[in-house]
């Protein structure tokens, strides 16, 4: 089975092309299915083994929300509620 790439998942190029020099090209299967659903701004409860990309697919839709907000802590940025 062939997973989409980072972008087609919807992230910004931005942060695909970083993703990409740092050696992350294919998202995992947690990722396919949770990234889209985050950055629709849906709430998101996902239980994976240790290992599966859960960290980067809670992260990556911050990181975005942070990019689209042009970087700037307090106005109106992401957030987020990450319990472990």
């Known amino acids: 089975m062939t997973h989409p790439s980072f972008a087609a998942l919807g992230l910004p190029e931005r942060l695909c092309t970083t993703l990409d020099a ?10 396919v299915e949770a990234v889209p659903s985050l950055l629709a701004g ?5 239980i994976a083994q240790t ?3 859960k960290t980067a697919a809670f992260l990556l839709p ?17 957030r987020a509620l990450i319990v472990t």
């Open 62 to 78: 911050i990181l975005a929300a942070r990019l689209a907000a042009g970087d700037r802590p307090g106005r109106g940025g992401a």
């Open 42 to 46: 849906r709430d998101l409860l996902g």
């Open 22 to 31: 740092v050696g992350h090209h294919t998202p995992t299967p947690v990722q």
């Open 51 to 53: 290992g599966t990309g």
